[in-house]
């Protein structure tokens, strides 16, 4: 709901002649002058603190000791709690051990080689052949025949050879091809085994890590400054677990620690040394009360005249009688639907100090309480001011009636701040000019009034 508020203008109501004492008039004429007009925008809102972190157990154990004690102030990096969990710390136990059994290991390419074959024997056999044939050939008494004959053993010979050198060649070819196709095999597999274990090690690493984290997580220390509120804690009840815990606490493994306290709730047991708790349970929640904030819930009619910088008063309902300034830092692009189907957008303010209507200082209020802000939206210490009841909504016209030589004069007025009482006349009318102020639903054009 908006409400908008303005100051009355310097206007000088003259009755209708006619009029008697005993019958009140049914039309109102005033003459325009200039006045200070205020626009302000009403909305609900909840004050707010700077900062605000809920310190959670990070493992199932007990709490060792607390240090603080509720609406305690504490310092940036105060211990507050110590947690005793030998699950956690057995966890980082189990990790090490996992992190250097996951040592890479190598895969050598074994030697394959096919057995060559042992022709000497067989070689010395033909060449004794060879020889007894030339020996042969040369007892043949016919020279062109001999020589025939010898020319034939020779060339046989020469071929024989040359197979001989081929057979080499080809096994020297199978063993390089067959040794390649192993190596090639060798080489893929090893690569990939490699890359196994270089993923292993690396998970083994990053859940030493994970655990080293929850260990140091059992000192529980403040974030920044502010004041402390005990939580409540399950119980402990917690699922122990190992590695593979840690394990599921990494990117893609598994979920994170739950950001839902598991036995917060006001059943839950106070937070006190000896008290065992579950990993999410809340310890302290530390509240930066440095420098309150306001959060209102502007309508969607009025957000749009809401700017950075705008100056608001504010009333809470738990300091009676106060006003308290406040400042327009933020406005939120999220809409808002309420329970009556309107939409609202969220406007974020800086609270300022307050004072009581005798000038007194007034307290300090705490982050949570509600409170109404009376934004001034659009503010003209000087404007041609008219009453609000002057003026008539003609479809998307603003509209007064002008009295000109005692004549009803339709006018269509621009509207600038428009306040409760009175209404800024941007173009549409003249200082000095007499409108009708009251009945204007009921004047027509060219009425006679006086």
Same mark, same amino acid.
């Given at each position: 709901m908006t409400i908008r508020y303005g100051a009355a203008p310097l206007l000088v109501l003259l009755a209708l002649t006619g009029c008697t004492s005993q019958e009140p008039p049914t039309v109102q004429v005033a003459g325009v002058q200039r006045g200070p007009v205020t626009e302000v925008v009403? $909305?609900?809102a909840t004050i707010g603190a700077r900062a605000s972190a809920t310190l959670r157990s990070p493992a199932q154990g007990t709490i060792a000791k607390l240090y603080v004690r509720d609406g305690d102030r504490v310092r940036k990096g105060q #211990?507050? /709690? !110590? #947690?005793r969990s030998p699950q956690a710390e057995d966890q980082l136990r189990? /990790? !090490?051990?996992a992190s250097e059994m996951a040592t890479p290991a190598r895969i050598s390419a074994p030697s394959v080689r096919l057995p060559s074959l042992d022709t000497g024997a067989f070689d010395r056999k033909? /060449? !004794?052949?060879? $020889?007894?044939a030339r020996a042969e050939a040369r007892k043949v008494e016919d020279k062109r025949t001999r020589r025939q004959l010898l020319n034939a053993i020779d060339l046989a010979r020469s071929q024989y050879r040359a197979q001989t050198r081929a057979l080499a060649s080809i096994t020297a070819q199978l063993n390089r091809s067959v040794s390649g196709l192993v190596t090639g095999v060798t080489s893929g597999l090893s690569n990939s085994m490699a890359s196994l274990q270089a993923a292993s090690a690396s998970q083994a690493k990053a859940a030493v890590k994970a655990a080293e984290r929850t260990v140091t997580s059992l000192t529980v220390k403040a974030p920044f400054a502010g004041v402390v509120t005990l939580g409540r804690v399950s119980g402990g009840g917690g699922v122990p677990g190992g590695v593979e815990s840690l394990l599921g606490q990494?990117?893609?493994g598994g979920q994170q620690l739950p950001s839902v306290p598991g036995g917060g709730s006001a059943q839950g047991t106070p937070v006190a040394a000896g008290v065992p708790v579950s990993a999410g349970d809340t310890i302290v929640t530390v509240t930066d009360v440095s420098e309150l904030t306001l959060d209102a819930d502007v309508d969607e009619t009025d957000v749009l005249l809401v700017e950075e910088g705008v100056e608001a008063e504010v009333e809470l309902d738990a300091v009676p009688g106060a006003t308290y300034a406040a400042e327009v830092t933020g406005i939120g692009v999220t809409?808002?639907?309420?329970?009556?189907?309107?939409?609202?957008y969220p406007v974020r303010l800086r609270l300022g100090d307050g004072t009581?209507?005798?000038?007194?200082? /007034?307290p300090t209020p705490k982050p949570g309480m509600? $409170?109404? $802000? !009376?934004l001034t939206v659009r503010e003209s210490p000087s404007a041609i001011a008219a009453p609000a009841s002057a003026v008539v909504s003609s479809g998307r016209e603003s509209v007064v009636w002008a009295v000109r030589n005692g004549v009803a004069q339709r006018r269509v007025v621009k509207l600038g701040a428009q306040g409760d009482a009175v209404v800024e006349v941007l173009s549409g009318l003249s200082v000095g000019e007499r409108i009708v102020v009251r009945g204007a639903d009921s004047v027509r054009e060219g009425q006679r009034l006086p």
């Open positions: 009403e $909305a609900p #211990i507050v /709690a !110590r #947690i189990q /990790a !090490r051990q033909v /060449a !004794r052949h060879f $020889a007894k990494l990117p893609g809409p808002m639907e309420g329970t009556t189907g309107g939409v609202s009581f209507d005798d000038g007194s200082a /007034a509600s $409170a109404v $802000a !009376r």
